[in-house]
């Protein structure tokens, strides 16, 4: 809303009158401008243009290689982003321009190294909207140079593209170069932890041994079942064969081992004979027989030395009786039973308790596997993430290699730049367009500046703004429309003579002013004084032509030169100025056609036309002051407001003195004279105090010379003006019907006074 009330407030016409005020200075300048860009245009060299058209696309060399396949791809960080705005940039870097002069040797005028910013100022680079093209011109006045330009520099951009694309390889390589050590590392101290922990715990494939370990252990079970069973039944075998024997099954062992010793049992076999011998002699011979007694003695020592070397094998330790050697060969059979089932029992107690053992040793093992295998699982999968981190990094580094010394690149000459043959001439036209609008700018903007420099008054619409009169009558200047003022070449009455008046604009601003003076007031003012604020307004012309606009119609008038400091209205009418105001005053001149000086009255006030006297300063002089605030010049006033119509001071401007403001008290108000471009808005505000501290009665103002259009303009205000004079004319004869009413009235009275009387 505040934005609407100040575009609201924003005068435009106000504007464009400034500019038709200036329009001469706006031309000026605009001509200068557009001079100087057609003499630039023509002078300067014609332009050449090179251009290249460009596309980039993410390289397919991977796709066929297989490897590389994020190498080189145009991509954005958003999806805002265009890829084509980037590459423009990298396209006209600093980097790319500055190979670009240096690789061709550009150099400018004075014959130094082309500035970046001068090159990149001649080159234009634009991205295709809706495809992947870019486009490449560069402007000169050499084609050569121009064509080898574009080349070069996208030449420079490719390689570019290409260098950066590799980089990004070489610096992949690099950093996989740089963890391949220790990647290898990881794996082999990953390895030899696993290797220390299956050593360590006797472990070769954990998956087949706790396998096979689960088997041995039911193996073990069964085995152990069997043996268990074997075992009870050669238990109950022994027994059977230590009841049948009545011999333990140590003393069993023992026997049979006895009877396998030769010296036991070739002591046996003596002893044996030597009771055979016994036997048989005791047979033959009695107990005191010497060879029963030698042969007595002779078993008996046999069955010591044998006790002795049965003593002697068994330690002592068991009580075997000699006797119990001499067994049968059924007995020796039952006897070697004993010995083996005792045998195959204590076998079968060992292997029981070995297998125990072993199953012991397994169940115990077994109950271990978890947690080994919770390890073994975790070593194993370190040495499995460091063997793939370690094998993923050796094949990414064999596809780097290989796209490394791939061509991969993102750009693709479409159309190369070729050597221009004709100029390339919009820049001319450019010139001179831009000329022409700097033109037309810069001469507004100089009209306005000098406008707003100007302290004139320039238009009605500030007079009116600056001062509380009432406008009167606006007298338009018909010089700039080959017009010229019928009051300023020869003041008669061939211009203001009957009907011909309403043809003359200025003539329609006079009568308008005369029809304004009969209203402005509630009482018809008789006595004006017409004044300025400086000097040169026009004031004694207006008072020139209003005095003979007004003689024409019927009224008496007398027009005084009350510029008694600088009279100029002598000069107008072509008059005598040796007598006037001065002497009628000083000399006390009566008005009613007495001499003065010897000089008939007529001679001081002279006539130009019929109704139209003229009374002039009469010279000049320094006090007027004294002369006009004399009685005599009051006196003056009054018998000649009786003598005319109409009369009119023309009084110096208010500009350093205060005659006017004293001819305005002895007048029945002011005219206030504002001559657009020549009054200054100071001068004009000091009138204004002035006028209002002596309390001046002002009529209204007449604005004179003001600027107008021919044609329709000067017909429209015309046609204004005729209409408001009509209407003045109809209210004027009505007020002379009712004056002349009165009149008859008043001599209808005055017959009847004189009838009485």
């Known amino acids: 809303m505040d934005y609407d009330n100040q575009f609201q407030d924003i005068n435009f016409q106000k504007y464009w009158l400034i500019l038709k005020r200036g329009k001469l200075i706006t031309l000026g300048v605009f001509s200068a401008v557009v001079s100087l860009g057609l003499l630039y245009a023509l002078l300067s060299k014609p332009l050449y243009k090179s251009e290249a058209k460009l596309l980039v696309k993410t390289s397919t060399t991977s796709s066929l290689t297989g490897v590389g396949g994020d190498t080189g791809k145009i991509g954005t960080l958003t999806e805002q982003s265009d890829p084509l705005n980037a590459q423009l940039e990298i396209l006209l870097s600093n980097t790319a321009l500055k190979k670009t002069i240096e690789g061709l040797q550009l150099k400018d005028n004075q014959g130094e190294l082309l500035s970046i910013e001068k090159l990149k100022s001649s080159i234009n680079v634009e991205a295709s909207k809706g495809t992947d093209f870019l486009k490449v011109n560069y402007t000169g006045d050499d084609p050569e140079m121009v064509a080898a330009v574009v080349k070069k520099l996208v030449q420079i951009y490719i390689e570019e593209n290409i260098r950066e694309n590799r980089s990004e390889v070489a610096s992949a390589r690099k950093s996989i170069l740089k963890q391949l050590p220790q990647s290898e590392k990881t794996v082999k101290e990953a390895e030899l932890v696993l290797r220390q922990f299956k050593e360590a715990n006797n472990i070769t494939s954990f998956t087949e041994e706790s396998s096979a370990n689960i088997n041995v252990i039911g193996d073990l079970k069964e085995k152990i079942n069997d043996v268990r069973g074997q075992l009870v039944d050669v238990t109950a075998r022994l027994d059977n064969l230590t009841r049948q024997t009545n011999l333990g099954a140590d003393e069993a062992a023992t026997i049979a081992r006895l009877s396998q010793v030769p010296e036991i049992q070739k002591t046996l ?3 044996q004979n030597a009771e055979s011998q016994l036997a048989n002699e005791q047979a033959r011979f009695n107990s005191q027989n010497p060879t029963v007694i030698n042969l007595t003695e002779k078993a008996a020592d046999l069955k010591q030395l044998l006790q002795q070397k049965i003593q002697q094998r068994t330690g002592g330790n068991q009580n075997i009786n000699w006797s119990n050697l001499q067994i049968g060969d059924d007995q020796e059979s039952q006897v ?6 005792e045998k195959e029992r204590i076998g079968l107690e060992q292997r029981l308790a070995e297998m125990n053992g072993t199953l012991s040793r397994y169940e115990q093992e077994s109950k271990t596997w978890p947690q080994l295998e919770q390890e073994i699982r975790e070593l194993e999968r370190k040495v499995t993430t460091s063997q793939s981190t370690y094998e993923t990094l050796l094949v990414r580094l064999q596809e780097i290699n290989v796209a490394e010394n791939q061509n991969i690149g993102n750009i693709r000459i479409i159309s190369h730049p070729l050597v221009p043959e004709e100029p390339f ?3 001319k036209k450019i010139i001179v367009l831009a000329s022409g609008v700097l033109g037309i700018l810069l001469g507004m903007g100089v009209t306005l500046i000098v406008d707003m420099t100007d302290g004139s008054l320039k238009t009605v619409d500030e007079a009116k703004e600056l001062l509380p009169y009432n406008l009167l009558t606006v007298i338009p200047d018909m010089s700039q429309n080959g017009l ?21 604009p200025v003539a329609d601003a006079y009568q308008l002013l005369q029809a304004n003076l009969n209203f402005c007031s509630e009482e018809q003012p008789k006595v004006i004084t017409i004044t300025s604020s400086v ?4 004031k004694s012309k207006i008072c020139a032509n209003l005095a003979l606009a007004m003689a024409q119609g ?3 008038v007398l027009l005084i030169d009350g510029n008694m400091r600088c009279p100029t209205q002598h000069e107008v009418w072509g008059l ?8 009628m005053v000083l000399n006390h001149v009566p008005v009613d056609n007495v001499m003065v000086n010897k000089v008939p009255f007529d001679a001081v006030v002279q006539n130009i036309m019929p109704n139209l006297d003229v009374l002039p300063s009469g010279g000049t002089i320094g006090n007027t002051f004294a002369l006009l605030e004399s009685n005599i010049m009051d006196a003056l006033v009054q018998k000649l407001r009786v003598a005319y119509d109409f009369i009119i001071f023309d009084a110096p401007s208010l500009e350093g003195n205060a005659d006017a403001v ?7 108000g002011i005219v206030f004279v504002v001559r657009p471009g020549v009054t200054s808005l100071q001068d004009v505000d000091g009138a204004k105090e002035l006028l209002r501290n002596s309390r001046q009665k002002v009529l209204g103002m007449v604005i004179n010379e003001q600027k107008v259009d021919s044609g329709i303009t000067m017909l429209a205000g015309r046609q204004k003006t005729q209409n408001y004079l009509n209407s003045a004319e109809k209210e004027l004869d009505s007020e002379k019907n009712q004056l002349e009413n009165g009149k008859k009235q008043l001599d209808n009275g005055k017959n009847h006074l004189n009838s009485h009387s």
């Open 576 to 583: 005598d100025n040796s007598m006037g105001l001065i002497n």
């Open 425 to 427: 001439n919009s820049r």
């Open 484 to 504: 010229e003022d019928f009051a300023e070449t020869e003041l008669s009455t061939v211009r203001l003579n009957g009907g011909n008046v309403s043809g003359y």
């Open 554 to 556: 019927e009224r008496r």
């Open 336 to 341: 070697r039973d004993i010995v083996e089932a």
């Open 662 to 668: 004293l001819m305005g008290k002895l007048s029945d």
């Open 269 to 271: 076999e003596e002893l």
């Open 535 to 538: 000097s040169n307004e026009g």
